[in-house]
């Protein structure tokens, strides 16, 4: 076992990686990678958009939230756009351009618009963030359904 942990630290330092954490959980093993590996900059926003995945009736709209948030430090502004969307969907969101909050985040609403009638089942929403040349994007998947529930 020793071994196998040996080759798996120098792939790790080999692909960039950062952080990992390991926990047993019931014979299997998680791993969580995070942060920027060693000598790297930390990306200067991140951007989430939240619930990563919902239920919509077509015809109705669903909520979303886009969260940026920013280490500390200096960070850019972002501009965020969203799509692209298939045919008769459309996005708004409540605003297009986020301050940046050393240290924070924000919150900006998207609203999607779902058409009455859709071929497909399902539809990925696509936000990103742009600012001094950086570029981050998060996805949601939104399942569709026929009648109120």
Do not use: Y
Not at 80 to 94: C, D, I, K, W, Y
């Amino acid at each position: 076992m020793r071994a196998n942990w040996r080759r798996f630290a120098a792939a790790r330092a080999s692909m960039g990686m950062a952080a990992l954490a390991l926990a047993l959980v019931t014979g299997s093993f998680t791993a969580t990678l995070a942060g920027p590996a060693e000598g790297q900059e930390p990306a200067p926003f991140t951007v989430a958009l939240e619930p990563r995945a919902a239920r919509v009736s077509l015809g109705s709209e669903q909520a979303l939230t886009v969260l940026v948030t920013f280490p500390a430090g200096a960070a850019p502004a972002v501009r965020l756009t969203v799509g692209p969307l298939p045919e008769g969907f459309t996005a708004r969101l409540e605003r297009t351009s986020v301050a940046p909050v050393p240290g924070g985040s924000a919150r900006v609403r998207l609203i999607v618009r779902v058409p009455d009638q859709f071929d497909r089942r399902q539809v990925v929403v696509r936000v990103r963030g742009e600012g001094d040349g950086v570029s981050r994007e998060s996805t949601a998947t939104l399942t569709l359904f026929r009648g109120c529930w």
